[in-house]
């Protein structure tokens, strides 16, 4: 079936290296994409969005590029902070709009060495 | 951003008690609420949909009995574990969206002895 999936489950990098996650999407229907951060015990927090008509966002620190053609979004992290260190998941929407129904990724653990 | 209060954060109940978990929308209007369940290392799983003043949709698999959700008002969802036994044991997360991106509540570990 349609899924959202991540290439790797674990990231370790260096504090102040920068930091590049990856998730891998299925379905082409898919128009809007959320990336959300978990740290232990707590719910996800969102950190950026992007639309299909837009190739490329960017926040503080962060930035989402999106690969409509190879169906590929990624989160990069810039001057990696201990505080980073979390679960990031990836999560695709379907029009018609319903960001309950969003499908999530299996989620990739980044770990910020000191 | 918009603020999702969950309560409690933790709660430990003996096997066949029924635990009651609230979700709050502090900020917005809310007619919809959504509810989770994650376990360890793994990511979020959808068990319902919350509606204001209707029914909740269950995904499929999950037990409806089981998953008691009542949203009374505009700002309020509660999820109602029944009977509950030790394999409902996990980590309950609501969340709720004013707009399109989900803001998500604290989450609440549930262990049941």
């Known amino acids: 079936g349609e899924s959202v999936g991540l290439h790797l489950p674990t990231l370790s990098v260096q504090e102040g290296d920068n930091s590049i996650i990856n998730c891998a999407y299925s379905n082409s229907a898919s128009d809007y994409f959320i990336w959300y951060k978990q740290e232990s015990g707590k719910g996800p927090q969102f950190i950026i969005d992007?639309?299909?008509?837009?190739d490329k966002r960017q926040g503080q620190r962060v930035t989402v590029l999106l690969n409509k053609t190879v169906k590929h979004l990624s989160l990069q992290i810039a001057a990696t902070q201990p505080g980073d260190s979390a679960v990031y998941f990836c999560?695709?929407?379907?029009?018609?709009?319903?960001?309950?129904?969003?499908?999530f990724g299996d989620g990739t653990t980044l770990t910020v060495k000191p | 951003g918009a603020v999702v209060s969950q309560h409690p954060s933790w709660v430990i109940c003996k096997s066949g008690t029924s635990v009651k978990i609230e979700c709050r929308s502090l900020d917005f209007q809310a007619t919809t609420m959504f509810w989770y369940r994650q376990f360890p290392k793994q990511s979020l799983m959808l068990m319902a949909t919350?509606?204001?003043?209707?029914?909740?949709?269950?995904e499929q698999g999950v037990e409806k009995d089981k998953f008691l959700i009542n949203h009374a008002s505009l700002t309020l969802s509660t999820l109602t574990v029944t009977s509950a036994h030790p394999e409902d044991s996990s980590f309950y997360i609501c969340?709720?969206?004013?707009?399109?991106?989900?803001?998500f509540g604290s989450g609440t570990q549930l262990s049941v002895l």
């Open positions: 992007i639309r299909s008509n837009m």
């Open positions: 999560a695709e929407n379907m029009p018609p709009r319903n960001a309950g129904k969003s499908t």
């Open positions: 969340s709720a969206t004013p707009d399109e991106k989900l803001f």
């Open positions: 919350s509606n204001e003043g209707s029914k909740a949709t269950y």
